[in-house]
Every structure is written in C-alpha cells, then in structure tokens.
C-alpha cells in the first residue's frame, strides 16, 4: 500500500526526471502537479491533471524522439494512478488527489476478459487508446449533451424548470414525450429507436459503443437507448432481452485528452456511417458555432485569403472534406435560418422550439434562400423586400412549399401582382393542402409572364387552350368564370383575331 509520503515521492521523482529534458519541462510539470499536491481534487479534475502531465511528457519526447523515456515516465504515472483507482492509497487525498468518486469498470462476460483495443482505433486520423470489455446496460446513461438532442431538451428544460431524469430523457428518445413543434409524421419514433431495437433484438449490438471513464457515452447514444428499448418492451422474448443487457463497448484510457474526445464525437457524427447521422441543421449549426469562434479569435477581420485558409481548416476538422464547398453552404444556411428563427419569435411571438423544429425541418429549402444574392435572384429579392419576405417565411413555417424548385421561382412571384396576391392568400390559408395549391397557382402564373417562358411551345400552348375552351360548356361562361376574367378574354381575343387576320390575309 501507498502511503501519503509514497504517493509525493512518486510524484516527485517525475517532476525530477521532466527537468532532465529541460527546465521548460520541468516547470511546466511541476506547475501541473502542484495543483494536485496544493488543493483535494474530484475524480473527474485528477483525471484532467494526469493527461495533462502525459501530453506535456509525450510532446517533450516527441520532440527528442526519446520513446523510451517517453514510456519510463508514463509507466511511473500508470502505477500512482493504478493506486488510486484502485484504492490502495492511505488515504483519500494523498497526493493531494482524492480518490475517485465513479467510474465505469468493464466485466467480463461470456469468458471474454477486458483488454486492450488492438489496434488502436482511430477516429478522425487520430489514434485514440482504448479498453473493450462488457457493460451491463443499465450501468449506462444516455449522453443529455448530445446534439441532437439540444432542441428537446431546451423545450424540456423551458416547459419543466429543469433537467429531464434518466427515465425522462429516454422517453424524449423513443419519441413518448410529447413536445410541441414536432411535425406529427415524426412524433412515434422521431430518433428511429424502435427500428434499430428489432436489429439489435437479433443480431445484437453490432458496433460498439464508446464510453468515457465515468460511463458518459461518447459514441452510441441510440443504441442504448435501443437496448433499454428491448428490456423494457414486453414485444421481445428472453433470449431478444438477453441481448441486449450487456453490451461489448470501448471504453477511453486515463490519460484520454478533450481533443479524442472531440475525435470520436466527429468521427462517429460528421464522417460517413451506417447510422442516423445529426441532421444537417444540426451539423450546419456546430460548423456556424465554431467559425464564429475562430472570427472572435481573430485580432482583426481576416482577409479574403485568410478566411479561405480558415474555411479549409474547418472543413478539415469537421470531416467535410478539403474544399469549403459545404462550410460555405452551412454557413449562408445558417445565416437564413437565423432570420427565420428570429423573425417568427420576435415578430410573429412563436414559441422558441417551435420554430426550431420548423427551421430544422425545412432547413434545406435554406440553401436555396440563400442563393442568388445579386440583382434578380432569391437571396436579393428577399433581401429588398421585407413584406414579401415575411410571406415566404410564414409559408415555409407552415409547410406550403412542396418542393425547392419553388423556392426558386419566388423572384418572378414577387414582382408580379397576380401572383404575388395569391401567394399572400396561401400564407392566409388555414389549410394546409389549399395553401399548397395557392402556392402552386402564384408560381405558374409567375413564370407563364416571364418572356422565355411565353416564347416557348407557343404552338403547343395555343393547341391546349384551344381543345379546353371548345371543349368548355357554355353555361360555365355565366356561372364559372369571373366577369374581369370574361373582360381579359374577350380583350385577348380580339387581339389575337386581329393579328391572325393580317398574317393569314397575306399569306393568302
């Protein structure tokens, strides 16, 4: 057993050995361990203070390619940690390191002992060292930091005062609690847990799940909500339920940094995988976040070439590739998604997470907003028109765009009156499928006044109109079409009679 003296030795003779690289090493060794030796830390700052010292110590080798030294003073901090994991220290606060208060230990199971992940996986081109062994599921908490789960939980916390229980926040994951805002399509299994449970119910789980120290789950949020899915559901039998009460899982070393955490979190959300990845609103939303870091960081407004150059470190970081195509999309998506969310609460006095969800659930239809920024297109359009841009954010609110092509054509709506009157009666429009058909109408009378449009298929458009309108009863004429619309056919007629007689007179 370790005692209190034993424990400072040890720790002592590391700072001694950091000096042998030089006295930069050692100082900054030496200022890490003092808070360890001055004040009692938790479990969760002892960890953080011994991966500092192993980075310090891994760079400092890296830099004399010194391997084996490199590993004769990890071994030395493995056994002082060893110690006070496992709680042979005299007591708890040797060293000043209290022991730990928590911590996940991997079991055995089916004569399969833990060990080492070999190789070491890696997750977004970093190594990240790694145990695998058994869990029991319900030793298991689902990770309430997880992203996509960041709406339902700020309308968790806005409708109760707090924060959701373990049994609350697995209801919010099979889609049991109710949340307003959430389209009525996805309200039985928004997280599609039910689907992956059956899966898991018959072929286990197949990927395993990556935890931290303490059990936080890094990696693997559905599947354990999947398994508690199974054990609770009275639709598997004993041998489906047995499946899923343990669960193989990798778990991350003591001297793990924040940046593989950020690796596995990247890696298992931004690079492609067999899984319901976050959705784009949410990937777009974390790139936003952290460009706006990097701006912050900036002692001026970078140039031209230097955004460039931080774009490509942002897509890099976030697994997007190494052009900036998709960071410029998510950015200008974001920016519209923003006055989107801005405009229905603040004018419109919606509910916050409402329009969330609705920015969420139409946010592609934001990458179209956002383009044609010049004179003539979408982006420009809106941009000079607020009234018309309340329209089309209140259509898309409600869900009256089928597609975005039509997003497309708002620019010709917008400087035609006809058409820009019914697309103000589709926002008007209670039901939904009217609205969509208003909508519909607004876009086609649009584009039949664009000049490319009227030159193209004229013969095709006259054979049409033609069949339609002798084949059209005359009572329709009194009781159907409108007297300002009988006034614009009979103008047209006679305008197209008189340019048909000349033409015809000379050619015969």
């Known amino acids: 057993m370790m005692t209190t003296i034993d424990m400072r030795d040890a720790f002592g003779v590391v700072i001694q050995e950091a000096y042998s690289y030089s006295a930069d090493i050692g100082r900054e060794i030496d200022k890490v361990l003092a808070e360890g030796k001055a004040n009692p830390l938790t479990r969760d700052d002892a960890h953080r203070l011994l991966r500092r010292v192993i980075e310090v110590l891994r760079r400092a080798a890296i830099l004399r390619k010194d391997g084996t030294a490199l590993a004769s003073l990890e071994g030395r901090i493995n056994a002082i940690v060893d110690d006070i994991l496992a709680g042979r220290a005299a007591d708890e606060t040797a060293a000043g390191i209290a022991l730990p208060a928590k911590r996940l230990m991997l079991q055995s199971f089916n004569g399969i002992e833990p060990r080492a992940v070999k190789p070491a996986p890696r997750f977004h081109s970093r190594e990240v060292q790694m145990m695998a062994g058994f869990v029991r599921t319900t030793d298991l908490q689902l990770w309430e930091e997880n992203e996509r789960l960041d709406i339902h939980l700020g309308q968790f916390r806005q409708q109760y005062g707090r924060d959701p229980d373990a049994a609350e926040l697995l209801n919010i994951m099979l889609s049991k609690m109710q949340l307003p805002g959430i389209p009525d399509e996805e309200r039985e299994d928004q997280f599609k847990i039910v689907q992956l449970a059956r899966s898991i119910a018959a072929n286990g789980v197949q990927k395993p799940p990556v935890v931290d120290l303490d059990g936080t789950l890094l990696d693997g949020n559905r599947r354990v909500a999947a398994c508690y899915y199974i054990l609770h559901s009275n639709e598997f039998d004993s041998e ?56 912050a960081l900036e002692p001026d407004l970078p140039g031209p070439q230097r955004q460039a150059q931080m774009k490509r470190d942002l897509s890099k970081k976030f697994a997007l590739g190494p052009e900036t195509g998709t960071v410029n999309r998510y950015l200008k998506m974001v920016e519209w998604a923003n006055r989107f969310e801005e405009y229905h609460v603040g004018e419109r006095h919606r509910n916050h997470y409402e329009v969330k969800h609705a920015a969420n659930e139409y946010f592609q239809y934001f990458d179209e907003l956002a383009k044609g920024a ?23 609110f409600d869900g009256k765009f089928l597609n975005w092509r039509q997003i497309r054509e708002l620019k010709t709506v917008a400087d035609n009156p006809e058409a820009r009157e019914i697309l103000g009666r589709a926002a008007n429009e209670a039901n939904r499928g009217l609205g969509q058909d208003h909508v519909d109408n607004a876009i086609a009378i649009a584009r039949s006044r664009r000049p490319d449009v009227r030159e193209m298929g004229a013969n095709t458009r006259i054979e049409s109109f033609v069949t339609w309108l002798e084949d059209l009863p005359l009572s329709a004429f009194r009781d159907v079409i409108t007297p300002d619309n009988l006034r614009r056919l009979r103008g047209a007629l006679k305008l197209v009679d008189s340019q048909a007689a000349a033409i015809l007179g000379e050619a015969s």
Do not use: C, H
């Open 240 to 295: 489906q339920k047995k499946r899923a009460e343990y669960i193989y899982a990798w778990q991350l070393s003591e001297f793990a940094t924040d940046e593989d955490r950020d690796s596995v979190v990247v890696a298992s959300n931004f690079e492609p995988d067999m899984k319901l990845d976050w959705p784009e609103y949410v990937k777009a939303r974390k790139v936003f976040e952290e460009w706006q870091t990097l701006l």
């Open 374 to 396: 010049n004179s003539g297109g979408v982006a420009a359009t809106l941009n000079q028109d607020d009234a018309f841009r309340a329209i089309v954010f209140d259509l898309l």
